[in-house]
């Protein structure tokens, strides 16, 4: 089992809101992800990093902005919530120079509503 | 031309059937390569490692072409437990992952 957790799994919250979604892993990770995907699409890359104080947007545009601090956490940040942000959203985590059988593995996810 | 294509499917089996997805990439200096599986509204989790030499892992066989730049994934004796979407990923030189978008799975009872 991979050691990357998400909080809250689950959340429900109003248009205009300011939100924080965290992800943490304990595995020493340098590279970490943020992924978005709708029920049943595929998943899309919408922010990245290298390591310490490295944020990097990915290939699908968002609103929401990144934060590396520490290299165990990787919080996301929606400024202003809308209803266009609902999905779930997907914390991964890897190895900074990939291996034979070094991959990525995933957070549990966070399932966003926005009213 | 997307780094990496696969079949969306659905896939609908009978149970003890044998399956096999195909995932083909397009840049030739593709290193690595995994399949992982994703369960309904869960996170993708990793299936398994695809060598040149081919792997097996029970009923799971992965395969790897690289002249034909294509990965394969070969489930036998289908259970129900089988549904479920089925992502290739590929990494690139650099630590660049590519993931395929999904084939689904529904075995039959």
């Known amino acids: 089992e991979a050691d990357i957790y998400q909080t809250p799994r689950y959340l429900v919250i109003g248009t205009g809101k300011k939100i924080t979604l965290e992800c943490s892993q304990t595995?020493?990770?340098?590279?970490m992800y943020w992924y978005q995907q709708d029920p049943g699409m595929e998943l899309h890359l919408i922010h990245y990093s290298y390591g310490v104080n490295s944020t990097e947007k990915g290939d699908l545009s968002s609103e929401s902005t990144v934060s590396r601090i520490r290299t165990e956490h990787f919080p996301l940040t929606l400024e202003s919530a809308r209803p266009s942000h609902t999905s779930q959203y997907l914390c991964?985590?890897?190895?900074?120079?990939?291996?034979?059988?070094?991959?990525?593995?995933f957070g549990p996810g966070t399932r966003l509503t926005v009213l | 031309r997307k780094e990496v294509e696969q079949d969306p499917g659905p896939f609908n089996v009978p149970e003890g059937a044998t399956v096999a997805f195909n995932c083909t990439y397009s840049?030739?200096?593709?290193?690595?390569f995994f399949w992982y599986r994703q369960d309904c509204r869960k996170e993708p989790k990793l299936l398994m490692s695809v060598y040149s030499s081919g792997n097996e892992d029970g009923r799971f066989t992965a395969q790897l072409n690289r002249a034909s730049q294509y990965i394969s994934l070969l489930i036998r004796d289908s259970k129900l437990s089988d549904s479920a979407t089925y992502l290739c990923?590929?990494?690139?030189?650099?630590?660049?992952?590519?993931f395929g978008t999904g084939t689904s799975l529904t075995v039959i009872p």
């Open positions: 595995m020493g990770h340098d590279k």
């Open positions: 840049n030739s200096a593709s290193q690595s």
């Open positions: 991964a985590s890897s190895v900074a120079w990939t291996g034979a059988g070094d991959t990525q593995y």
């Open positions: 990923v590929v990494i690139l030189v650099g630590n660049q992952f590519y």
